[in-house]
Structures are given as structure tokens and as C-alpha cells.
């Protein structure tokens, strides 16, 4: 899963409601609101080569958070030094890479998919149909992807397959762009 991709899904699975995105020639920023109104700042690093995320670069991001007024923040990239994984636990800041993926809650990442799916079906039928010989999308194509995506969620979600949910996720959230 790419570095995109998960900034995705952590800001499906969080609710974040993005406020602000600014790309920079190294980084890219993400503002966003949780659902108390707290700020969150996601900085996702792609690197060029193999270069690792080092300490000064955990250090400019928790300064960017204490001055930005953030209240709590994710730094993104593929690799990270070992120092560098140690003082992102010393500034309470979440990272994430190629390898490592904060835990999160299954039914989080379940309800991120029905909202999701909720969406797609307003922007589509205009409301979210409860039955799907209702589904405008069904009267189409004899078949409601976004009802079936929701059911293959809900399976995944009762046997604990955490993986196939995260596709799910990813799948619908290529639906709704």
C-alpha cells in the first residue's frame, strides 16, 4: 500500500475532515479536523531513493505542530532510522511506513466503509437506499457495486479480516472520487 493510500485510509478510518492540503517539493501537508474540532497535521515525505526519516526531521514536525496549533500529528514516509522511531514515541507523534501501520479499531475501519458507501449512494440515488431494488445504480447495471462492496464489508468485518477490509476501504474510497 502506497504512502497515499494510507494517509487514505488513515483519515477514512479517523473521520478527519480535510481542511487544508499543501504540497511542497519534498512533503506534503495535510490540515485536518478530527471529530472534537482538534487539529491534526499528516505529513507524508516521499523520498527520492533510500533515504530514512532521521530525528531532525521528527523535530521540525513536532516544532511545525507546536507552532501550527496542531494538536496531534502523523508523519508518513517509507522508512524511518531507528533514532528517529524513538523520538517520534518521545513527541507523541503517530509515524507511519512502509512496514508499519498504527493500530487501529476493526469496527473503525468498518463503519469508515458503510460511510463511505452512504456517501456514494447520496451522490448517485440522492439518498442512501435501504433496499436495493430501490438503487438507481441496480436499475442500470442489474447490480449495486457500492450495496455489494457493503455486504463483502460486513463479511469481512464479522470473520476479523483486517486486511480484505482494508481493501474494502481502498475500494471504496476509489468510489467515491
Same mark, same amino acid.
Given at each position: 500500500?502506497?504512502?497515499?493510500? *494510507?494517509?487514505?485510509?488513515?483519515?477514512?478510518?479517523?473521520?478527519?475532515?480535510?481542511?487544508?492540503?499543501? *504540497?511542497?517539493?519534498?512533503?506534503?501537508?495535510?490540515?485536518?479536523?478530527? !471529530?472534537?474540532?482538534?487539529?491534526?497535521?499528516?505529513? #507524508? #515525505?516521499?523520498?527520492?531513493? !533510500?533515504?530514512?526519516?532521521?530525528?531532525?526531521?521528527?523535530?521540525?514536525?513536532?516544532?511545525?505542530?507546536? &507552532?501550527?496549533?496542531?494538536?496531534?500529528?502523523?508523519?508518513?514516509?517509507?522508512?524511518?532510522?531507528?533514532?528517529?522511531? &524513538?523520538?517520534?514515541?518521545?513527541?507523541?507523534?503517530?509515524?507511519?511506513? &512502509?512496514?508499519?501501520?498504527?493500530?487501529?479499531?476493526?469496527?473503525?475501519?468498518?463503519?469508515?466503509?458503510?460511510?463511505?458507501?452512504? !456517501? +456514494?449512494?447520496?451522490?448517485?440515488?440522492?439518498?442512501? +437506499?435501504?433496499?436495493?431494488?430501490?438503487?438507481?445504480?441496480?436499475?442500470?447495471?442489474?447490480?449495486?457495486?457500492?450495496?455489494?462492496?457493503?455486504?463483502?464489508?460486513?463479511? &469481512?468485518?464479522? +470473520?476479523?479480516?483486517?486486511?480484505?477490509?482494508? !481493501?474494502?476501504?481502498?475500494?471504496?474510497?476509489?468510489?467515491?472520487?
Amino acid at each position: 500500500m502506497g504512502m497515499e493510500n *494510507k494517509t487514505n485510509l488513515i483519515i477514512a478510518v479517523n473521520g478527519y475532515k480535510v481542511v487544508n492540503k499543501e *504540497k511542497n517539493a519534498s512533503f506534503t501537508d495535510i490540515a485536518a479536523l478530527d !471529530n472534537l474540532n482538534k487539529k491534526v497535521l499528516l505529513r #507524508i #515525505i516521499e523520498p527520492l531513493g !533510500n533515504e530514512c526519516i532521521v530525528v531532525s526531521d521528527v523535530l521540525k514536525m513536532a516544532e511545525l505542530i507546536d &507552532h501550527g496549533r496542531f494538536d496531534s500529528g502523523y508523519l508518513i514516509s517509507k522508512r524511518f532510522t531507528d533514532s528517529a522511531v &524513538h523520538e517520534t514515541i518521545k513527541q507523541k507523534i503517530k509515524y507511519v511506513s &512502509h512496514d508499519y501501520m498504527p493500530a487501529f479499531d476493526i469496527e473503525k475501519l468498518y463503519l469508515a466503509i458503510v460511510g463511505c458507501a452512504n !456517501n +456514494q449512494c447520496q451522490k448517485k440515488c440522492g439518498k442512501v +437506499q435501504l433496499v436495493i431494488s430501490d438503487c438507481s445504480e441496480k436499475k442500470l447495471s442489474d447490480c449495486c457495486k457500492t450495496k455489494a462492496l457493503v455486504a463483502r464489508a460486513k463479511c &469481512h468485518f464479522e +470473520q476479523g479480516t483486517i486486511g480484505l477490509l482494508k !481493501n474494502d476501504l481502498m475500494t471504496a474510497l476509489a468510489l467515491s472520487k
